[in-house]
């Protein structure tokens, strides 16, 4: 978990918490983070779509922003989840199996002695052996747990700046809305 602590030291904060309640300063402070795990879920994203060359639909159902129901955080401030599952992608959902020399080959990744079974309940799947035996069977899988762990490390650095950045602003739309400047 990465907590974010936000210190307005400037002078544009103070001129916003003499125009606005505490109630409206809590709605853009809960703005504000909600935006800025969308930021951190978007970037994670494209980090590790373009460190392993995946196409978007197999990478953005592995990250999830949970903010429906806030929790409070370690300090007692709001909190938001972003979730990013690192379990091994099935090879065949990354793109087509094209067949090689030895096995099936998946973009730039090559599976040496797999095959894609015709017929049956593992039809048009990459799969491969265990053992020498024919069975048991198991689907071919590409590991994704070290990227994404680099990018989400990566994008950790710069969480604070855009935070405070994404917090201005909603400060600012707040006065906006609630005053009408």
């Known amino acids: 978990m990465i907590a974010v602590r936000l210190d307005f030291d400037d002078a544009e904060f103070m001129k916003f918490t003499r125009k606005l309640g505490p109630a409206d300063i809590q709605r853009a402070m809960e703005r504000a983070v909600?935006?800025?795990?969308?930021?951190?879920?978007?970037?994670?994203?494209?980090?590790?779509?373009?460190?392993?060359?995946?196409?978007?639909?197999v990478i953005a159902y592995r990250l999830k922003q949970y903010n429906k129901a806030w929790r409070l955080g370690m300090d007692g401030g709001r909190a938001v989840k972003v979730w990013f599952g690192i379990d091994p992608l099935k090879a065949d959902k990354i793109d087509t199996p094209k067949k090689a020399a030895r096995g099936y080959r998946v973009r730039k990744w090559e599976f040496q002695q797999s095959f894609v079974?015709?017929?049956?309940?593992?039809?048009?799947?990459?799969?491969?052996?265990?053992t020498k035996n024919r069975l048991?069977?198991?689907?071919?899988?590409?590991?994704?747990?070290?990227?994404?762990?680099?990018?989400?490390?990566?994008?950790?650095?710069?969480?604070?700046?855009?935070m405070q950045e994404i917090a201005l602003k909603e400060l600012r739309y707040q006065v906006f809305k609630v005053l009408g400047e």
């Open 34 to 57: 909600r935006y800025t795990a969308a930021w951190v879920r978007s970037q994670t994203a494209k980090s590790v779509r373009g460190e392993m060359d995946l196409p978007r639909k």
């Open 117 to 130: 079974p015709k017929q049956g309940r593992y039809a048009g799947k990459l799969m491969e052996r265990t």
């Open 136 to 162: 048991p069977l198991r689907r071919s899988t590409v590991t994704i747990d070290e990227q994404g762990e680099k990018a989400f490390l990566a994008i950790s650095e710069q969480i604070p700046a855009k």
